[in-house]
């Protein structure tokens, strides 16, 4: 079983910088594609980016392209989300996911770190 878990939300202006972080225990971290996914209020939730397990693929929404950069240290277990350029529109509660190799669906989440965005 794996345990993730977010920080690093918090209130910040338009333009500011935010990096969550997701600390991950159990399981075998560095075999699973890590993906950030937020849900804004009264909307679904909605990818915004994911990294293979190696760290050498990315992929992001294109909401985000340009200003937010997902990374991976396997050795502290832990994925982080770099956003920059923040706008009020990415406000909402970050969620950091695991699937592993042998599974098209990530099967492990966290409880989620909120972030606003202040205009």
């Known amino acids: 079983q794996v345990q993730l878990v977010e920080s690093g939300g918090g209130l910040v202006q338009a333009g500011g910088s935010l990096r969550l972080s997701c600390a991950a225990s159990?399981?075998?971290?560095?075999?699973?594609?890590m993906g950030w996914f937020r849900q804004a209020p009264g909307k679904e939730r909605e990818f915004v980016a994911n990294i293979t397990w190696t760290g050498g693929i990315t992929n992001y929404a294109d909401s985000v392209k340009g200003r937010f950069t997902i990374s991976r240290d396997n050795a502290k277990k832990t994925v982080y989300l770099q956003m920059n350029s923040l706008k009020p529109e990415d406000t909402g509660v970050y969620y950091c996911?695991?699937?592993?190799?042998?599974?098209?669906?990530?099967?492990?989440w966290g409880q989620g770190t909120q972030v606003t965005v202040s205009s």
């Open positions: 159990g399981g075998t971290f560095s075999t699973y594609r």
């Open positions: 996911a695991a699937r592993p190799l042998t599974r098209l669906t990530y099967e492990y």
